[in-house]
């Protein structure tokens, strides 16, 4: 509890508040008195040294103030793991109207402060949460305290301790709205510096609030892309992005939760590896103690080679690497792969079945458990919920192709499709079938993989997959060759040296079940639920041709 | 369910059978009439050329054998999905006497095949669990089916149709004890090369077994480590091997799980830095579009910028890079590291109290869990069970140099611990306190990296600990210096080039919580959980300095 001060300190303390207003007065009012305009003078210099203060993040505090302890810089020490003091934090997101009148110590950031006079206004931040403080001077709080409040600078992160109370009107400008805290005393841990490459107000404000707010004459500061990842720490701060990252972190879970209750075992495969994993020239070299290595552009050969070890059904959960010059909104040059392999006894179909399970059940749980996050991130980046069937549509790859040539869109029936045709095609599932969410297979076979199943009926067709969000790709999958003979066959027609991947073939000639899989991009997953415009928003630090940093 | 043959066929598969038995006859009898010789003979050459076809993986069946439908290598379109024909497969491992007179259809590797007449052994195995099928000449199962199982190639694919039946004595070779399968029908999905660079059996062999063989005057071929390695594929099928990775991932899931209950959030940094992650020479590098970028030595720096993004509590498994030149059992050039990183209020007391309880809820889920598993590495590889206690064990480093001094072994109290040191230490913490897990902390500040917060009392020593199984480490971790000026002065005096940190430094001049955390060796808690004694057994595809494959 705040120790309570004596009665002199609240004259003080009124007389200094009062002193600011007469300030105030003399600076805008005409016709005043010498002594009046000396005492304006003072004052207008002791309001000067005040910001100069607040200006530095009000490390002073006033000397002779008795309740000087009750505010201030911490010093180091403090939390040096000197001791364990038994005291009890409580988060900003737990306070609520059942805590009324009962003392909390809060830790978290100086979001906002602003003062007038008596009162000081603290709006603490922890992790997307928000609350507001109030510092209004009393025989416990001092003149002192509330000038100490008032120049704490933004992002600093301060202890809190204080009373909850209900305000008289519900705060909109907060995520706790019944509930604020006013303050008995106020200690900065660790002080941010007064001017931050980027304010988080602007990086927070929405596409829609901008125009609105350019429409009405007001032109705030619009923090683009690379100002965001250079300062990628303060950027990540902003509720949409503190949102998507928990969302990753769900979307991980819910993929290795479907997985593991199938009976998959979770794997952790090379990335440095002798030859290129997939051929082709997209790929990191390096030294490896003298010897020529590489750096994987998936887990694909390492984990077939887990079938062929017997493990049945494989997942990975890792970093894919492609030195790709492609500069898009939807590729990186490191990105986290979710991989899985499988043992199959017929048809890539049973792939198919357990992918669109397994992704039903990660749609299912991303709605059901993240509502303040899709809600937050809505708030910046407005966008409509992703429609999805319980039993997911699998479309022919000359299915998609016939859909296009009557939308009027020619594509070459044995050729990949481009960005644009695939998008065209989401439209017009979505037209037909009222889903964002669905599978194309039988590509041609061309313009997949060496390794990728010949289809049986017709080998200008293979058994393989790709599946789309808002009509881009996120997975891509296929029954593989599991015969050595077909194997090497397939890759001489690919145009790759096969001595690259002796270790691979020869793993299919100790006897191999036939098996599939698929590889899902994790940040694609993200940002195409949430409807983001690019992988960047959905990549912690993201890695692209032009940036290696931070 | 088998096909019944005509009455023609059923005369035909009893004659071939006959034949077979007179064969036999004569070889072995004495006094034989020309006749019975030249039929001999003939007989003889029947066996060479079924020895020879054996030995070619028995392709070949009797072109005229009524019944020649119910067996045979299977043709690569069947497995090319084709169709999907609504047959179950039972898996191996649910065999049980509650199928007994069910048929079934099984789908995993011929392990052995041997025959004797009329009648075929066949173990099959799938993921490590094993059932003997039985092909006995008769009405529905003909000369030929027989003969072909014999010549089964080890380690093919198969598919397996037969009824279920129980075998009058408990079958001890197998893991399904209580069953076997009357085999109608045979196909071979996919055959392994008749001669394999190891032999399974061998490679599954005890130390215990191979040393009482030698007693006993038996040379059973012993599996080098280079071998195995080389071979991994085929190695990993071994069920020690099989147990070691679902053990690991357990390990990961249990991690994962603890984690998500306490609000951590799972995050992926870049592997790919522009920096070296953690300073010093063991980095690996590569050209970056033009940069010179280096192999992440751990999350150790992004991580702790995710607190500075207000992520509160992160974790991250994924690899890590070393380009070490040690050659020990216990290190790799790449590993999994199981990383988290959190805000503590006080005290890095905080992080210990947590791992404590995230490691003991491991240790107990493994146990629990993984029974099966345990059982099968302890087959191989016998060990003690780990013991810990519900409260883990802290130690000063100071009393930890103290217990070795009184125990005769004097060490620098301010320079680490070596191996032999840490082996000693673990033996005299184990028969102290009965424990083989347990906590130093409070390591002297010179031998902990920059980022590594001193000690409050004395700059000597510093807040930070090592965790211990069986007297090697398997997690570092500390509080971090979060005071960017102070963080600053220790990177110089460890003779950090700051510049290469910028990004780093920077993110602690926005305000940043006091933090701590830890990285965890993955397969180094495998490896002593398990008190394996070499890092390669708890590696999928392990890369020292002298393996990068398979």
């Given at each position: 509890?705040?120790?309570?001060?004596?009665?002199?300190?609240?004259?003080?303390?009124?007389?200094?508040?009062?002193?600011?207003?007469?300030?105030?007065?003399?600076?805008?009012?005409?016709?005043?008195?010498?002594?009046?305009?000396?005492?304006?003078?003072?004052?207008?210099?002791?309001?000067?040294?005040?910001?100069?203060?607040?200006?530095?993040?009000?490390?002073?505090?006033?000397?002779?103030?008795?309740?000087?302890?009750?505010?201030?810089?911490?010093?180091?020490?403090?939390?040096?793991?000197?001791?364990?003091?038994?005291?009890?934090?409580?988060?900003?997101?737990?306070?609520?109207?059942?805590?009324?009148?009962?003392?909390?110590?809060?830790?978290?950031?100086?979001?906002?402060?602003?003062?007038?006079?008596?009162?000081?206004?603290?709006?603490?931040?922890?992790?997307?949460?928000?609350?507001?403080?109030?510092?209004?001077?009393?025989?416990?709080?001092?003149?002192?305290?509330?000038?100490?409040?008032?120049?704490?600078?933004?992002?600093?992160?301060?202890?809190?301790?204080?009373?909850?109370?209900?305000?008289?009107?519900?705060?909109?400008?907060?995520?706790?709205?019944?509930?604020?805290?006013?303050?008995?005393?106020?200690?900065?841990?660790?002080?941010?510096?007064?001017?931050?490459?980027?304010?988080?107000?602007?990086?927070?404000?929405?596409?829609?609030?901008?125009?609105?707010?350019?429409?009405?004459?007001?032109?705030?500061?619009?923090?683009?892309?690379?100002?965001?990842?250079?300062?990628?720490?303060?950027?990540?701060?902003?509720?949409?992005?503190?949102?998507?990252?928990?969302?990753?972190?769900?979307?991980?879970?819910?993929?290795?939760?479907?997985?593991?209750?199938?009976?998959?075992?979770?794997?952790?495969?090379?990335?440095?590896?002798?030859?290129?994993?997939?051929?082709?020239?997209?790929?990191?070299?390096?030294?490896?103690?003298g010897q020529s290595a590489?750096?994987?552009?998936?887990?694909?050969?390492?984990?077939?080679?887990?079938?062929?070890?017997?493990?049945?059904?494989?997942?990975?959960?890792?970093?894919?690497?492609?030195?790709?010059?492609?500069?898009?909104?939807?590729?990186?040059?490191?990105?986290?792969?979710?991989?899985?392999?499988?043992?199959?006894?017929?048809?890539?179909?049973?792939?198919?079945?357990?992918?669109?399970?397994?992704?039903v059940s990660i749609f299912?749980?991303?709605?059901?458990?993240?509502k303040k996050e899709l809600?937050?991130?809505?708030?910046?980046?407005?966008?409509?919920?992703?429609?999805?069937?319980?039993?997911?549509?699998?479309?022919?790859?000359?299915?998609?192709?016939?859909?296009?040539?009557?939308?009027?869109?020619?594509?070459?029936?044995?050729?990949?499709?481009?960005?644009?045709?695939?998008?065209?095609?989401?439209?017009?599932?979505?037209?037909?079938?009222?889903?964002?969410?669905?599978?194309?297979?039988?590509?041609?076979?061309?313009?997949?993989?060496?390794?990728?199943?010949?289809?049986?009926?017709?080998?200008?067709?293979?058994?393989?997959?790709?599946?789309?969000?808002?009509?881009?790709?996120?997975?891509?999958?296929?029954?593989?060759?599991?015969?050595?003979?077909?194997?090497?066959?397939?890759?001489?027609?690919?145009?790759?040296?096969?001595?690259?991947?002796?270790?691979?073939?020869?793993?299919?000639?100790?006897?191999?079940?036939?098996?599939?899989?698929?590889?899902?991009?994790?940040?694609?997953?993200?940002?195409?639920?949430?409807?983001?415009?690019?992988?960047?928003?959905?990549?912690?630090?993201?890695?692209?041709?032009?940036?290696?940093?931070?």
């Amino acid at each position: 509890m705040a120790s309570s001060g004596s009665m002199e300190d609240l004259t003080a303390a009124l007389e200094s508040s009062c002193s600011t207003q007469t300030a105030a007065s003399a600076e805008n009012g005409p016709g005043i008195s010498k002594k009046a305009a000396q005492k304006a003078a003072k004052k207008a210099e002791r309001l000067q040294n005040r910001q100069a203060a607040a200006a530095t993040a009000a490390t002073a505090k006033e000397e002779d103030d008795p309740l000087g302890h009750n505010y201030g810089d911490l010093p180091l020490e403090d939390v040096q793991s000197k001791g364990i003091s038994g005291r009890i934090w409580t988060k900003v997101s737990e306070l609520d109207a059942a805590l009324k009148e009962r003392n909390v110590l809060i830790r978290g950031r100086a979001q906002s402060a602003r003062g007038k006079g008596k009162i000081a206004f603290l709006i603490v931040r922890e992790q997307g949460y928000t609350v507001q403080c109030v510092a209004t001077v009393s025989e416990s709080v001092s003149k002192g305290l509330v000038k100490y409040v008032t120049g704490l600078s933004k992002e600093s992160i301060v202890d809190v301790e204080g009373v909850v109370s209900k305000p008289d009107v519900e705060i909109a400008s907060t995520t706790q709205q019944v509930v604020e805290i006013q303050v008995r005393k106020v200690y900065c841990v660790s002080k941010a510096a007064s001017v931050l490459p980027l304010n988080l107000e602007d990086a927070a404000r929405s596409e829609r609030d901008l125009e609105k707010a350019e429409k009405e004459g007001v032109q705030y500061v619009r923090v683009g892309q690379d100002t965001r990842l250079n300062n990628r720490v303060l950027d990540l701060r902003t509720p949409a992005n503190q949102a998507i990252f928990r969302i990753q972190s769900y979307v991980s879970m819910l993929f290795r939760q479907y997985l593991l209750s199938e009976d998959f075992v979770e794997i952790h495969t090379p990335k440095l590896m002798a030859g290129a994993s997939e051929g082709g020239s997209a790929v990191f070299k390096l030294d490896y103690k003298g010897q020529s290595a590489c750096l994987a552009q998936s887990p694909q050969l390492h984990k077939q080679m887990a079938i062929c070890a017997d493990f049945g059904r494989v997942f990975e959960i890792g970093p894919v690497f492609r030195a790709e010059d492609s500069f898009t909104h939807r590729h990186l040059c490191e990105f986290t792969g979710l991989d899985l392999e499988m043992e199959i006894k017929e048809h890539y179909f049973e792939v198919l079945d357990l992918l669109g399970e397994l992704f039903v059940s990660i749609f299912d749980g991303l709605n059901a458990k993240c509502k303040k996050e899709l809600q937050a991130i809505n708030q910046q980046y407005p966008f409509e919920p992703l429609q999805y069937l319980r039993k997911t549509l699998l479309l022919t790859f000359p299915e998609g192709v016939q859909m296009l040539k009557d939308a009027g869109v020619e594509v070459d029936p044995f050729g990949d499709l481009n960005t644009e045709s695939e998008r065209r095609l989401g439209q017009l599932v979505k037209e037909k079938y009222n889903t964002d969410f669905y599978v194309l297979h039988r590509y041609p076979l061309a313009v997949r993989p060496f390794y990728t199943m010949p289809a049986v009926d017709d080998n200008r067709y293979s058994n393989s997959f790709d599946v789309f969000i808002r009509g881009e790709e996120i997975i891509s999958g296929a029954q593989r060759v599991h015969d050595p003979d077909l194997l090497v066959k397939r890759a001489g027609d690919c145009g790759i040296d096969v001595k690259t991947l002796t270790a691979y073939i020869d793993s299919f000639r100790w006897g191999t079940v036939p098996h599939g899989g698929a590889g899902v991009g994790l940040e694609r997953v993200v940002m195409l639920f949430c409807a983001l415009n690019n992988i960047r928003k959905s990549s912690l630090f993201p890695r692209d041709p032009q940036r290696l940093a931070p």
